[in-house]
């Protein structure tokens, strides 16, 4: 008698095209699916015990979760619940991806996920963990002509501001960065070979639960910034990553 393979969970919106991908690399291989909304997340029927995570009656075994601090997670609540809902419901989450029987792909800790998942958060805890980082300058100091800012909110280079708005906002501020991008799943790069110093990034990550993420470096390997909901662009590398997170989701979910 063949056993029938465990739960997957999806937590992403509809429109998240890396998810759904996964979603049918696990279905061609047999696997079970529940896809799950963020905006609905808090309306749905959980129970979590030491051991076990069951949403709508059917134990966990595998979650990918796509979902950032920011998202609304309690819709169907009335306006002045939803706060409240949202903050219980992500709480609940965080400890049911916690689980050690529970593959949660990313599985964020209390700390990293009320830090917001933000790009400086993961490169200021990779830089005490020995990762080498680039440099930056943060609030009015006098810059070079021609370097950058990395907003805290996406990181994605753009001009400097003027003296006064650095001082004002604490700009993270730095020279032109010619940036190289890794995919890194469960430790490992999967976009060809990397710097030993991205590798090392991509290790701890995994080790501290995420196993998805896109790695911005320099020419030299050193770290610029960390994204742990990456949106990859269709075509080989998409296709890769999907593949093999699907795998590695598939099999958690089918081994007993």
Do not use: K
């Not at 907003?151 to 753009?158: F, I, K, L, N, R």
């Not at 710097?195 to 998805?212: E, F, K």
């Not at 050193?222 to 593949?243: C, D, I, K, S």
Request: glycine share 6%; with cysteine.
């Amino acid at each position: 008698m063949t056993s029938t393979p465990g739960t997957l969970v999806i937590v992403a919106p509809e429109e998240d095209s890396l998810a759904r991908r996964v979603s049918e690399v696990v279905a061609v291989r047999g696997g079970r699916t529940r896809w799950c909304a963020p905006v609905h997340l808090a309306s749905l029927s959980v129970a979590l015990t030491e051991e076990q995570f069951i949403v709508e009656d059917e134990t966990v075994r595998a979650v990918l979760w796509r979902v950032s601090p920011d998202m609304p997670l309690a819709d169907d609540f009335c306006a002045q619940d939803r706060s409240f809902a949202a903050a219980e419901t992500a709480a609940v989450w965080i400890a049911g991806n916690s689980l050690p029987a529970t593959l949660a792909i990313n599985r964020f800790d209390a700390e990293a996920w009320y830090s917001g998942l933000r790009w400086h958060y993961w490169r200021n805890r990779l830089a005490a963990a020995g990762v080498a980082v680039t440099d930056i300058c943060v609030g009015d100091l006098a810059l070079p002509a021609g370097w950058q800012w990395s907003p805290y909110t996406t990181g994605d280079p753009c001009d400097m501001p003027d003296t006064p708005a650095r001082a004002v906002m604490a700009s993270a501020c730095h020279g032109a960065v010619e940036l190289v991008t890794a995919v890194a799943v469960c430790g490992e790069i999967e976009t060809g070979a990397s710097h030993s110093n991205v590798r090392l990034a991509a290790a701890l990550l995994d080790a501290w639960g995420v196993g998805l993420a896109a790695i911005d470096a320099d020419r030299d390997g050193r770290v610029h910034r960390v994204r742990v909901l990456p949106a990859l662009e269709a075509g080989p590398v998409f296709e890769h990553v999907t593949a093999t997170l699907g795998d590695r989701l598939y099999e958690h979910c089918a081994a007993r």
